[in-house]
């Protein structure tokens, strides 16, 4: 296992690439970069045993995490008052074998970084989306995905699952949050009341981890 002195290279941190993305694109005044704790970083970098000159271990060593969107979308990092789970604690607690669980949505969307626990795609970037309970193929490695989170047409990816007002609501939950939509996401109710007309409510983002999981394996028996 390498130490910490193997891992973190402050004069070529990655990280500067990341902010320059920010910088550059039209999402840049929507992403906020939490600050890090030295105590959190040096255990979640020597957890991933990845070094700072990469993208995913620079964020996870030298942020607490990435908002975008008024915190709609969320990349995990070493952790933070507004995001107070870290990118190996959440998949830990998540039970994720053979995948790391890099970012989340407030509506219960999840990313994933393939790491085996799907057959396909191994070292690529897969997201459970929560109108299908099924993981996607981004077709991207993490940071490509980085990179889209940063530069990308967020709003047109989430288009059908945001509603007049989202942006109040999302601003007003934390980073250990999410929205519950009734009718759900998956149901051809939702579908035809539209999102606008679904209720929502705020609850821990593990409550939806586990509804969703749950709904996928009752749908897959059927």
Known sequence: MKGIEEL?????????????WIFESKNSNQAIILPSEIEMSIKVITDLQVTTKSILGAIAYSTGGILFQNGWLRILGSGHDKLPRTITSWSEQCDMKHALLVADDVVGGFFALNCGFLDEGVGEIFYFAPDILDWEPLEMGYSDFVHWACTGDLHTFYETFRWNGWETYVADINGNQGISIYPPLWTKESNQQGIENCSKKTVPLEELWGLHNHMREQLNKE
């Open 8 to 20: 973190v290279y402050e004069g070529e941190s990655a990280l500067t690439t990341v902010e320059n």
